[in-house]
């Protein structure tokens, strides 16, 4: 197999050579920026949407396309080498009512807690915990308050991130601190095109003084695995890696070896050095619950990390008592618990829908620019980020914002561009955008 030479769909975000934003020429509100919370806005936006067509394509007619015709299988774009997905089936729209209160949702929470043996004591707790976890991290790592959020938020809900930037953002410094805030083990791998899986789940060793055959675990057996540069390994080493997360166990010489519990794995790559490197399939991709794509940190905080390596405060020991690995497996579960009104689960399954051509509201024109659109994966991805979301938020339910809060670090890397929008270089966090604001907040 040879190294692909082309860069990745969706890659580059916003401010890094996103080209125009999706639906600008609509003459609508330009779309949120890559990362930025949804806060009260979301509702706002879909408000907004609820009188007028939601944001199309650049280039697009609203009135050519049909705003409220959903596209079919025949009517979807076809381009040589870019054959187009499945079409959402227009008898099975979803759409959305209205939202209970927030005292009917607390009530609701409430009893759903007291089935499940939880109730107002779980956010206490959980405050407590990811407190320690934000202390520990500040004293190891300036500013990246995005990535501190998208790391603890994929550990509270069992999954693994993908990490895209320049080289020299704390990755790596984030992932060896995430794992002491948590007293974690720690491996780091490093990808080239020569690793090979049993360089990474283990092998078997001949004992010459036994004769016998032992087992050497490999470095996928730790609680936090930083794979560096994951795009630089071969298919073969990727897949098994991928397997790893997915299965949650290894298997040498036919002997299944489960890996540790919290297990997660972090992975990057660089999206500036295309060769040599093997671009990860959408279905790959697909299994990662997150991909975050950092930015440069603030002059002020590049200011920071200067002063804190002159006065040599990154030596120092951490002073904050780390949680323990048993605390993680009660957040996980802590998350779980958290109570998803079936209004909310509508909407989040509406939303995923709207993102293969149908919805409430289709976005007019969305097949031009997306090929494939969200699979149910990404409906599961986006319901348990929403949860982890509520309880950093000290509530036992889901709103409509925590949806959104962190929807293109759920989405971005599972919508698959077509031709064109990667020729017209459409971020598809704008193209994300304007799914949320084309189907109404409940």
């Not at 010489?253 to 794995?265: D, I, R, S």
Request: glycine share 8%; net charge negative; proline share 9%.
């Amino acid at each position: 197999m040879q190294p692909e030479h082309r860069a990745q769909p969706g890659s580059q975000p916003g401010g890094w050579g996103s080209g125009q934003q999706y639906g600008q020429s609509s003459g609508q509100p330009a779309a949120r920026q890559a990362g930025q919370p949804t806060g009260s806005s979301a509702g706002q936006g879909a408000a907004a949407s609820a009188q007028q067509p939601p944001s199309v394509p650049p280039q697009i007619d609203p009135q050519a396309a049909g705003a409220r015709s959903v596209p079919t299988a025949s009517s979807r774009m076809t381009v040589p080498g870019y054959p187009s997905g499945p079409a959402a089936p227009a008898e099975e729209k979803v759409d959305t009512g209205p939202l209970p209160s927030r005292e009917t949702l607390r009530r609701e929470a409430r009893a759903a807690s007291s089935r499940r043996g939880a109730g107002d004591a779980d956010v206490e707790r959980a405050g407590e915990l990811l407190k320690s976890v934000a202390n520990i991290f500040s004293q190891r790592v300036v500013g990246q308050e995005q990535l501190r959020t998208a790391l603890v938020t994929a550990l509270m809900s069992s999954g693994h991130i993908l990490l895209e930037s320049v080289p020299g953002l704390a990755k790596t410094t984030a992932a060896q601190t995430l794992a002491s805030a948590v007293s974690g083990s720690f491996r780091r791998i490093q990808c080239t095109p020569d690793l090979m899986p049993n360089d990474i789940v283990g092998t078997q060793i001949l004992n010459s003084s036994t004769g016998e055959m032992t087992t050497q675990l490999g470095p996928v057996h730790a609680n936090i695995v930083l794979l560096d540069e994951i795009n630089r390994s071969s298919a073969k080493t990727q897949s098994a890696m991928l397997e790893a997360m997915q299965e949650r166990q290894t298997s040498i010489g036919g002997v299944v070896y489960p890996l540790p519990h919290p297990f997660m794995v972090l992975a990057t790559q660089n999206p500036i050095e295309e060769e040599g490197t093997y671009v990860l399939p959408e279905a790959q991709m697909d299994r990662f619950l997150m991909k975050e794509v950092l930015s440069y940190p603030k002059p002020a905080e590049e200011a920071d990390v200067l002063d804190r390596i002159s006065s040599g405060s990154f030596d120092r020991p951490i002073t904050t008592r780390p949680i323990s690995t048993d605390d993680v497996e009660w957040l996980q579960g802590a998350v779980e618990r958290v109570y998803v009104d079936p209004v909310i689960k509508q909407y989040i399954v509406a939303l995923v829908n709207t993102s293969r051509g149908g919805g409430p509201r289709p976005v007019p024109g969305l097949d031009k620019h997306v090929r494939v659109g969200a699979s149910p994966r990404g409906g599961i991805a986006l319901m348990k980020i929403a949860q982890a979301v509520a309880l950093q938020a000290d509530r036992t339910y889901v709103t409509p914002d925590d949806v959104g809060l962190l929807r293109h670090a759920v989405l971005r890397h599972r919508l698959v561009l077509t031709y064109d929008a990667l020729a017209d270089d459409i971020a598809p966090e704008a193209i994300i955008d304007a799914i949320f604001a084309a189907v109404p907040t409940p």
